[in-house]
């Protein structure tokens, strides 16, 4: 099972990113998103496609369905520039997918 | 909440290693743990998970045959077993706790607690 995500995204700061991830009907799969900082280890910023953890701030979000999942981080900061990697649970081959991570860059 | 990972180093291809993650703030016999990969400069790699009791588990394709995974609930302690290293296993390794309460190892609900990691180096 193949993830596809953008290599990068480019947003001004108060603008909304939007980070999709493409896989075959993984609007069937549960999707989590980590975010990771440069130099830092990951942070699960949503899971089960859209829920999210208390420490994480509401302007992160999630959707999925059909073909694509997206995080959504409205009024993008400074401080969310970092690269992000989608990740399912591949049945079929009973183990997990990570994406290959998308660098989110603050203008 | 914390995982601290050690026994990285610098190995020689074909020889073994041993990693370990200390576990602590929480209750560690209760939740599936994973290893996760992440090689230089690339993304992110799931290598090998356990289930809370360690009934279960399961391991990346890359490393089947050659790591195995355990743990002790009593010494609150996550161990990577890794023989017949290579090149392709150089990476930074990550002890993952699994977010899912007395959870398997599969089917996860996201990993919300990672550790900094502990970095392997294979060359001659």
């Known amino acids: 099972y193949v993830l596809t995500q953008p290599p990068s995204v480019s947003v001004a700061p108060g603008e909304s990113a939007r980070i999709p991830c493409g896989g075959n009907n993984i609007g069937d799969k549960s999707v989590h998103w980590y975010r990771q900082k440069s130099g830092q280890a990951p942070v699960l910023v949503i899971y089960y496609d859209s829920d999210r953890p208390s420490r994480i701030p509401e302007r992160f979000s999630g959707s999925n369905s059909g073909n694509t999942a997206t995080l959504t981080i409205s009024r993008v900061e400074a401080g969310d520039e970092a690269d992000y990697y989608c990740?399912?649970?591949?049945?079929?081959?009973?183990?997990?997918?990570f994406g290959a991570g998308t660098k989110v860059t603050v203008l | 909440v914390q995982l601290v990972e050690s026994g990285g180093g610098l190995v020689q291809p074909g020889r073994s290693l041993r990693l370990s993650c200390a576990a602590s703030g929480f209750i560690f016999g209760d939740y599936a743990m994973h290893w996760v990969r992440q090689a230089p400069g690339k993304g992110l790699e799931w290598v090998s998970g356990i289930s809370w009791s360690s009934g279960s588990v399961g391991y990346a394709d890359s490393v089947k045959g050659r790591f195995t995974i355990s743990r002790d609930n009593a010494e609150n302690s996550l161990h990577l077993q890794m023989n017949s290293l290579t090149t392709d296993d150089m990476a930074l390794y990550f002890c993952?706790?699994?977010?899912?309460?007395?959870?398997?190892?599969?089917?996860?609900?996201?990993?919300?607690?990672w550790g900094q990691g502990t970095t392997v180096i294979v060359s001659s």
């Open positions: 990740q399912v649970w591949d049945n079929t081959n009973n183990h997990y997918v």
């Open positions: 993952v706790k699994d977010a899912g309460y007395i959870s398997t190892w599969f089917a996860s609900s996201g990993m919300d607690v």
